[in-house]
Every structure is written in structure tokens, then in C-alpha cells.
């Protein structure tokens, strides 16, 4: 079965830190990849996807992703968090393009210290 | 992108009674999703519901416990039956309104806590 693994549970950082947080898929097909946001209180929000094309994906809030196949990676990058990233953050995948629904890793909780 | 409504947003209920969770999107949409994130947990999908057929459901669920409708394209209710405390989680709805993977959206979820 399909997996996703997110490797930090918990990362705490102080604020103009970098970020990288790590992802890795079991799937060796092709794969559409998606890097979700949750805010305390708030509700799943998008940060940036990749589906084909330029390996380096930037989305929203200065965030970044780079599919490297090879390592069946999609590791997510900001070159210095701000307090207001404090949030959880989820990798999931769609391998499946005939089943359609993500499947998500099991989330990194990042607190940023002001 | 789509924009989703969710209710209740959340609510504490006894063992033993059921709940209906509703989904409502302002635009029509093929499928939509159902997924419980349990505490401290990432997202299990539960099942795809798609308008005029039986719903599709994951391992480990079953039509008996989380019986879910889809009568129209922009609404779906998922019930959590007969509940026992192992059923408290948060309960979301996600839809891809595009058809294309440009970008699920997900409802606000409904927190439900089973005492």
C-alpha cells in the first residue's frame, strides 16, 4: 500500500531560522505530490503542489518544495520562518489517479519562537 | 477554488446515540471525500462519495458505521453511528472541484468528542 512518511514530528525553531521539512513516498509510479498548512484552529489550506514539469515548486507565503525522484522525496523549504508559520504541516500524495483521494503523512508540528 | 461548509463545526454526544455530519459546496463536484484525523493522527480517508452511486469505502470502514449520502452534486452527509469514545476525532469533508487535482479543498471539519 501506498505510504507517506514524515520524518519531524515536532520542530521547533527560532524566527529568520531556514526550514526544511522532510517527505518521502512509497510509489513507483507516477505521482502528483501536495504540501498542506494547518493553522491552530483553522482548516487545511494549500501550500504549493506538483504535478509534472519543473521539479522546484514554489507555492504560497514564500514556501517551496523539491520533488527529487530519484529519492521519492518532496521535502518542503522556507529560507527563514516567521512566528505566523507556527502551524502543522502535512505532505500527502495521489498515486492513484483512478482512486483520487490523498493520502497523507502523519504531519510536523512547527513552532516558531519569536 | 471551492468553498466548503461544514456542520457542525462540532459537538460533544453520548455512546451509543449518532451523529450527521453535512457537507455543502458552492460549486458541483464530481467526488467528495471523507476523512477522520484522529488526535495527534494525520488524515484517514473513510470513504469517496460520488452523486447517484454507493459510496466507496477504505479499509477498516464500513457502510454500517459511517453510513454517508450524496444526493445532489454540492451536498454529502456523513453519520457516525452508534458511537463509542473511540470515535472521537476530527471528521472532515475534502472535495477536487476541478476534476483535475488542481488543488483539493477541504471543509473546516467537525470536532466530535464521544463521552
Known amino acids: 500500500a501506498q505510504s507517506v512518511s514524515q520524518h519531524n514530528h515536532h520542530v521547533i525553531l527560532s524566527e529568520a531560522a531556514s526550514l526544511e521539512l522532510g517527505c518521502n513516498y512509497s510509489y513507483g509510479g507516477t505521482v502528483n505530490l501536495f504540501w498542506y498548512v494547518q493553522y491552530p484552529g483553522q482548516h487545511l489550506q494549500l501550500l504549493l503542489k506538483?504535478?509534472?514539469?519543473?521539479?522546484l515548486v514554489k507555492g504560497i507565503k514564500g514556501f517551496e518544495a523539491e520533488f527529487i525522484k530519484s529519492k521519492f522525496s518532496f521535502n518542503l523549504r522556507k529560507p527563514s520562518v516567521q512566528w505566523s508559520d507556527t502551524a502543522e504541516y502535512f505532505c500527502?500524495?495521489?498515486?492513484?489517479?483512478?482512486?483520487?483521494?490523498?493520502?497523507f503523512g502523519s504531519g510536523t508540528r512547527l513552532q516558531v519562537q519569536p | 477554488s471551492a468553498v466548503i461548509s461544514q456542520k457542525p463545526s462540532r459537538d460533544i454526544c453520548q455512546r451509543g446515540t449518532s451523529l450527521t455530519i453535512q457537507c455543502q459546496v458552492d460549486s458541483q463536484v464530481t467526488m467528495m471525500f471523507w476523512y477522520r484525523q484522529q488526535p495527534g493522527q494525520s488524515l484517514t480517508l473513510i470513504a469517496t462519495?460520488?452523486?447517484?452511486?454507493?459510496?466507496?469505502?477504505e479499509s477498516g470502514f464500513v457502510i454500517d458505521k459511517f453510513p454517508i449520502s450524496r444526493p445532489n452534486l454540492t451536498f454529502s452527509t456523513l453519520t457516525v453511528s452508534n458511537m463509542s469514545p473511540e470515535d472521537s476525532s476530527i471528521y472532515l469533508c475534502?472535495?477536487?472541484?476541478?476534476?483535475?487535482?488542481?488543488?483539493?479543498?477541504f471543509g473546516s471539519g467537525t470536532r466530535l468528542t464521544v463521552v
Open positions: 475534502s472535495v477536487d472541484p476541478r476534476g483535475q487535482l488542481y488543488g483539493y479543498t
Open positions: 500527502a500524495v495521489n498515486p492513484d489517479m483512478g482512486r483520487r483521494a490523498l493520502t
Open positions: 462519495a460520488n452523486q447517484g452511486s454507493e459510496a466507496t469505502y
Open positions: 506538483y504535478f509534472s514539469g519543473d521539479p
